[in-house]
């Protein structure tokens, strides 16, 4: 087996060496918001979840694949792709910044945003087309460490969770974000959920539209997203799989005014 200590940008540096193998992947938490420990359920002191390694059991989990148009090698993911505001503060963070100040590196980055005009652009997945100023193609619930924006999806489903959101400035943001930390993302007005195995996202003539891969950032839009089932043997708690979300019926929502 391969053991990496790091965050989520160092695992998906490992995991892109290691998609397609046998080989079983197992994380000792570092970084600055692993939110695959998070999503696992792994301790995040390295201590206690080197200990826990020997109870850990296989599972074989499915790769995202993002591809853009810009020259870009494409690149496997295991956690999320994020297009619009979100990887536009990835990509303006401040290194050093992150480095002192860890998750609050990108509350200042994202307040930078706050007032401004953001670009649209158009995501088509399911043969239907959604005007969008940030998309998220997630594998897992947890997003930045501690919040959840896609509600159902696990690591164990042969699917993307797509989360949609409406605006062309950042002033919408504030009502999502407070939407987010009540868990009510599924239920706001100017959001849509559904799900897909591919998506392709446009670019805008509109200014520069960034694109994140597991909190790297990976390029500018357009760029295709799609599912690389059966792709990766990750290492999980023997409770994982029993803490898998319900899984909701619809296969998509779409806000409405009625809601």
């Not at 391969?2 to 540096?13: F, K, P, Q, R």
Request: hydrophobic letters at 45%; glycine letters at 10%.
């Amino acid at each position: 087996m391969i053991l990496v200590a790091g965050g989520d940008g160092t695992i998906n540096e490992v995991v892109n060496g290691m998609a397609g193998s046998a080989v079983p992947l197992g994380i000792l938490p570092a970084g600055t918001a692993n939110v695959l420990a998070n999503e696992l359920g792994i301790a995040r002191n390295m201590e206690r979840a080197a200990e826990s390694v020997v109870h850990w059991v296989k599972e074989r989990v499915a790769l995202g694949l993002l591809a853009t148009a810009t020259g870009e090698t494409p690149r496997y993911f295991l956690l999320m792709a994020g297009a619009g505001l979100d990887a536009d503060v990835v990509y303006h963070v401040n290194p050093r910044t992150k480095e002192a100040l860890g998750k609050i590196a990108y509350w200042i980055a994202g307040l930078a945003k706050f007032g401004q005009r953001l670009p649209e652009f158009t995501v088509e997945c399911e043969g239907r087309a959604h005007r969008t100023s940030f998309a998220l193609v997630s594998r897992v619930r947890n997003y930045g460490g501690d919040l959840e924006i896609a509600p159902t999806i696990s690591l164990l489903d042969d699917e993307f969770e797509v989360v949609l959101f409406e605006g062309s400035t950042s002033l919408p943001y504030v009502k999502y974000m407070l939407g987010v930390v009540a868990r009510r993302t599924s239920a706001m007005r100017g959001v849509t959920i559904l799900r897909t195995r591919k998506a392709l996202l446009s670019g805008t003539d509109r200014g520069q539209v960034y694109v994140q891969v597991d909190g790297e950032s990976a390029g500018l839009l357009p760029a295709s997203v799609e599912l690389v089932p059966n792709a990766l043997t990750l290492l999980v708690p023997p409770g994982f799989r029993a803490r898998r979300p319900a899984r909701v019926e619809e296969a998509a929502w779409t806000t409405s005014p009625t809601r």
